[in-house]
């Protein structure tokens, strides 16, 4: 692929076994349609972001799970079309799904999304765990991007099993470099990313 740096790879090319569901270049997102600049269903990240999944996958294997991921690098221009869209009127198509207690302008300002975004550096990835056994996704008391307090860390209203669930990612996650965001308990970001201050905007193409 072509980007601005040589530093960016699709994520499977270089963490073996790693599967992913690149939602926004889908319609199963909370936009409800494929998102400007996601040309390719992959993931992509840069070089440290690859290996830092791949120790990941290896140790989530080791205890019977593999990782899926659902987005690495965003491009700043599926930012800004995300920032469009809170704006447009309330259509109801994924509100239920995805925000059901706030507005959508709501999201920025209770930091759900942001305008300017850790996944456009290229070192921050959302992603959950699967059953090696049967390949099923392990409940986490509620799916990608919803909105809403139920996605902390340390939530009330979820399982014993969820949260257990929750707590291994993250013990995962963190023993191989990661930092977590509190409101979302599929978002990672680096500790040691190599562009900390550099807000890329190539297209997954």
Not at 15 to 35: E, H, L, M, Q
Not at 55 to 76: H, I, M, V
Not at 84 to 95: A, H, L, N
Not at 112 to 136: I, Q
Request: proline share 5%; charged share 25%.
């Amino acid at each position: 692929m072509e980007s601005t740096t040589d530093d960016f790879f699709f994520v499977d090319d270089l963490a073996s076994g790693i599967r992913w569901d690149a939602k926004y270049a889908t319609w199963d997102n909370f936009t409800g349609k494929p998102v400007d600049g996601y040309l390719a269903n992959r993931v992509v990240g840069t070089r440290a972001l690859c290996a830092a999944l791949e120790r990941a996958q290896r140790k989530a294997a080791s205890a019977g799970f593999g990782l899926l991921l659902w987005d690495g690098y965003r491009p700043q221009h599926a930012v800004d079309c995300f920032l469009r869209w809170s704006r447009q009127p309330e259509d109801g198509r994924t509100k239920a799904r995805h925000y059901p207690r706030i507005g959508r302008a709501e999201m920025f300002e209770r930091g759900y999304v942001a305008a300017r975004s850790g996944h456009s550096r290229g070192g921050t990835v959302d992603l959950t765990l699967y059953d090696l056994a049967t390949n099923e996704l392990v409940p986490m008391g509620g799916d990608h991007d919803l909105m809403d307090p139920v996605s902390h860390h340390g939530a009330p209203g979820i399982t014993p099993a969820e949260t257990r669930n929750r707590r291994h990612l993250r013990s995962i996650m963190e023993a191989c470099g990661f930092s977590a965001y509190e409101r979302e308990w599929w978002h990672y970001t680096l500790d040691d990313e190599p562009y900390p201050d550099t807000y890329f905007d190539f297209p997954i193409a």
